[in-house]
């Protein structure tokens, strides 16, 4: 089994910071790339950023400039700095990555459970 575990979630004022931090564990052979997906009330999942294994990162227009990724390979963790977060960035933040499973081919994606992000004006 794999289990994509996040944390770091929670309430802040506009203009302030969280990390949210997503960890994979299980029998994992390798991980490609990593990402954050948010999804607000009423919307569409949409992609918020993402990572792959060599580094190379994007990031949605909507969050350049005060959203940073990162990942720790060695530890199968993928973090997501906030600073100036808005009212318009509170959603539920759901962790996602591409693997490939111990004996078995090809690569997948599975998901975290979600973490709320909420922040107020």
């Known amino acids: 089994q794999v289990q994509l575990v996040e944390s770091g979630g929670g309430l802040v004022q506009a203009g302030g910071s969280l990390r949210l931090s997503c960890a994979a564990s299980g029998r994992i052979a390798s991980i490609n790339a990593m990402g954050w997906y948010r999804q607000a009330p009423g919307k569409q999942r949409e992609l918020v950023a993402g990572i792959t294994s060599g580094g190379s990162t994007n990031l949605a227009d909507s969050v350049k400039g005060r959203f940073t990724i990162s990942r720790d390979n060695a530890k199968n963790t993928v973090y997501l700095q906030m600073n100036s977060l808005k009212p318009e960035d509170t959603a539920v933040y759901y962790c996602?990555?591409?693997?490939?499973?111990?004996?078995?081919?090809?690569?997948?994606?599975?998901w975290g459970q979600g973490t709320q992000v909420t922040v107020s004006s």
């Open positions: 996602n990555a591409r693997l490939q499973r111990i004996g078995y081919l090809g690569t997948y994606d599975y």
